[in-house]
């Protein structure tokens, strides 16, 4: 059974001003899938989520959700089509309460987590929603992140280092997340640099080293062969 591409990217290049920083990047997922994106700090890992959400200024290449060619089309289009972005930085408004900032994006498109359904999976946020976000934990706020973004409706969603600093009983608990993200249909792409924790969640790897692809590995792959991997991580 052929599993549905969900995103294609193809000779993606990117730019921060003069800087060319990725230099042809390939990767594609399906429906249901989990692939992670690996490399050092610096890679361009990163850049290349802001490049498929469409937030990076200059790029140039081919970026189709679903067959459709998004290379040209403002982060607003782009998120209506289903692509939801949970930023290394979080994007949490401190000054807001838990409960105003799940509620402050807009339903995008059928399907999303009925809220429910998303205190079921961050219990902690059910007890905080008269908390600021600016008083929540790390972890805390990673939920919220996470939770904001899948109430909309987006079942395409790009995860910047979502276990960065946290605990690992946090850790496990987005663990999880993924997990249910996949079996309720979601593509995740994961930026990550907790080897073990990626490789336990993700169905595919790509490493990037300076804006390019360099290497793939399925979950078998990546298990035999850890210690190619952890060479290009260096660790």
């Given at each position: 059974m052929t599993t549905e591409q969900v995103l294609h990217v193809r000779d993606l290049h990117g730019w921060y001003g003069e800087s060319h920083v990725l230099h042809g990047i390939d990767f594609s997922a399906g429906r249901g899938e989990v692939v992670a994106l690996l490399g050092r700090n610096g890679a361009g890992k990163s850049t290349t989520l802001r490049a498929i959400i469409g937030i990076l200024a200059r790029r140039k290449g081919s970026i189709r959700v679903r067959g459709q060619e998004t290379i040209d089309l403002p982060a607003r289009e782009i998120g209506r089509m289903g692509v939801?972005?949970?930023?290394?930085?979080?994007?949490?408004?401190?000054?807001?309460?838990?409960?105003?900032?799940?509620?402050?994006?807009?339903?995008?498109?059928?399907?999303?987590?009925?809220?429910d359904e998303i205190y079921q999976m961050f219990p902690n946020l059910k007890t905080r929603l008269s908390s600021p976000g600016g008083r929540l934990s790390g972890g805390e706020q990673q939920m919220l992140a996470i939770a904001r973004i899948i109430r909309t409706g987006a079942d395409c969603l790009l995860l910047d280092e979502p276990t960065e600093g946290l605990a690992p009983v946090i850790v496990a608990q987005i663990g999880r997340t993924v997990e249910l993200l996949k079996e309720r249909g979601c593509t995740v792409i994961l930026v990550e640099q907790n080897l073990k924790f990626a490789t336990k969640v993700a169905d595919r790897h790509y490493v990037?080293?300076?804006g390019r692809v360099v290497d793939e590995f399925d979950r078998a792959g990546a298990t035999e062969h850890s210690g190619r991997l952890r060479g290009y991580l260096g660790v």
């Open positions: 939801g972005y949970v930023p290394e930085e979080r994007g949490i408004f401190g000054t807001l309460t838990v409960r105003e900032n799940l509620l402050l994006p807009p339903i995008l498109r059928p399907g999303g987590f009925a809220l990037i080293e300076q």
